[in-house]
């Protein structure tokens, strides 16, 4: 072969040259469409809101963590661990549909701010209560309510002001950040719960930090514009919440996208079983089993760009929890610690992705004057859920076991799910605006 030919074999031809170019296109374009959405952040309003909110939230999950490890280590008994969540149920279904109702009739800045200076005082008294060694479980049973109250209250008016400091187009993407920032914040503070608890004095510290970081949600909602609802209701009493309802009630979509979220925290949430598992199969490694679910949940919306683009989403939202509902189910049988993770930060994953789509048909499908009184009822069905499900995955376990309690509501959500989904149509057919 002559040098000629050579020289000739060695150089490629110039499409070869272009591929690389390509494909590196290619791969950004892949990353800008599942990357998370970031275009609600240059709304200032919302930035800033959403920068309080996960700040503070690190702080409330130190707390969420510390409460039931400090009710286990005065009781060691996981049903009354399970009592901690049902101590929050009723002020959450409450004070969400009240507060609901009260967020259509007032400034809705005015109002979060007055509920998160209350949930913000209960911590204090937690706090109070540990530097003073009360040791009374009913005493934090009575607190933990109190705060659920102010919580549902702040919550739903969190809610109701979304919509209104950003476009309906980018409602998804705001939840997603929302609910992303937050399971961040669910990663970190149990992960600086799980250290700080082991520790002398480790419940005072993590009180005491979360009333600390809780200024940042405070600094927030000061700043916030004013946001009067655009048709106010007349008598925020009864009678609204009733509305509320009716309106529900009358649209299967909504009261399908509740139904769903029920039978998955009810029926398949395990949290309640933590202290336990932890104590008897990990040594005491709480920390990661309270981290896990929220782990995968930010893995997930950080790849959520695709999830604005979905327009099924009722039937979207069915797969989802059905997933979660799966690898809750298999993290309940598996032995060791590295695989209880990895399943559960899948089961939330997948529980991220229902969660804005929940969030998302309820905030684009009610006109503003129910705002209020549907994130009333999405307060009292997504907090209040899961304090259900502590009740129930604590009172199982103490007749079959922890494995049972877990593994067997895993495998009962994904049935009630996929079969309600599959019976109602207006649901399993409902498609985004």
């Known amino acids: 072969?002559?040098?000629?030919?050579?020289?000739?074999?060695?150089?490629?031809?110039?499409?070869?040259?272009?591929?690389?170019?390509?494909?590196?296109?290619?791969?950004?374009?892949?990353l800008v469409r599942h990357a998370v959405d970031t275009r609600p952040l240059s709304i200032r309003p919302y930035r800033r809101?959403?920068?309080?909110?996960?700040?503070?939230?690190?702080?409330?999950?130190?707390?969420?963590?510390?409460?039931?490890?400090?009710?286990?280590?005065?009781?060691?008994?996981?049903?009354?661990?399970?009592?901690?969540?049902?101590?929050?149920?009723?002020?959450?279904?409450?004070?969400?549909?009240?507060?609901?109702?009260?967020?259509?009739?007032?400034?809705?800045?005015?109002?979060?701010?007055?509920?998160?200076?209350?949930?913000w005082g209960v911590t204090l008294a937690l706090l109070a209560q540990t530097l003073l060694s009360v040791d009374s479980v009913p005493l934090i049973l009575v607190l933990v309510a109190v705060q659920s109250a102010a919580f549902a209250i702040a919550s739903s008016a969190r809610g109701a002001i979304i919509p209104r400091i950003v476009p309906i187009e980018l409602v998804p993407a705001a939840n997603t950040l929302n609910f992303t920032v937050g399971n961040?914040?669910?990663?970190?503070?149990?992960?600086?719960?799980?250290?700080?608890v082991g520790q002398s004095h480790g419940f005072a510290y993590a009180y005491?930090?979360?009333?600390?970081?809780?200024?940042?949600?405070?600094?927030?909602?000061?700043?916030?514009?004013?946001?009067?609802?655009?048709?106010?209701?007349?008598?925020?009493g009864l009678r609204a919440v009733g509305e509320g309802l009716r309106f529900i009630a009358t649209r299967p979509v909504l009261v399908m996208s509740f139904l769903v979220d029920i039978c998955a925290m009810v029926l398949a949430m395990p949290r309640a079983l933590f202290p336990q598992v932890a104590a008897e199969r990990f040594h005491g490694a709480v920390g990661p089993l309270y981290s896990s679910i929220a782990i995968g949940s930010v893995v997930a919306g950080l790849s959520s760009g695709w999830i604005g683009r979905v327009r099924r989403q009722g039937r979207a939202l069915t797969f989802a929890i059905v997933g979660w509902g799966a690898a809750v189910a298999l993290s309940g049988v598996a032995r060791q610690l590295w695989l209880v993770v990895v399943l559960l930060a899948v089961a939330g994953g997948a529980d991220l992705i229902s969660a804005v789509y929940r969030q998302t048909i309820l905030q684009t499908y009610a006109p503003d004057e129910m705002?209020?009184?549907m994130q009333g009822v999405f307060i009292a069905v997504v907090a209040g859920g899961p304090r259900l499900g502590d009740l129930r995955a604590g009172a199982t376990a103490a007749v079959t076991g922890t494995m049972v309690s877990w593994t067997a509501g895993g495998i009962a959500c994904m049935g009630a799910v996929l079969m309600a989904g599959l019976l109602v149509r207006p649901f399993w057919n409902y498609r985004s605006q």
Request: charged content about 15%; glycine content about 10%; aromatic content about 6%.
């Open 371 to 373: 705002r209020g009184r």
């Open 184 to 196: 961040v914040g669910q990663v970190v503070g149990p992960l600086i719960a799980g250290v700080l």
């Open 208 to 236: 005491g930090i979360d009333a600390v970081l809780f200024t940042a949600a405070l600094y927030s909602a000061l700043r916030l514009p004013a946001i009067p609802p655009d048709h106010a209701v007349a008598n925020p």
């Open 1 to 30: 072969m002559s040098e000629d030919a050579d020289i000739a074999e060695a150089v490629p031809d110039e499409p070869e040259i272009a591929v690389a170019p390509e494909r590196a296109r290619s791969l950004r374009s892949l």
């Open 49 to 119: 809101l959403l920068i309080g909110q996960g700040t503070s939230f690190i702080g409330s999950m130190l707390t969420q963590v510390a409460v039931p490890v400090q009710v286990y280590a005065l009781s060691r008994s996981s049903l009354y661990v399970g009592l901690v969540g049902m101590a929050g149920l009723v002020p959450i279904v409450l004070f969400g549909l009240y507060g609901g109702a009260i967020a259509d009739a007032v400034d809705r800045r005015v109002l979060y701010l007055l509920a998160s200076i209350g949930t």
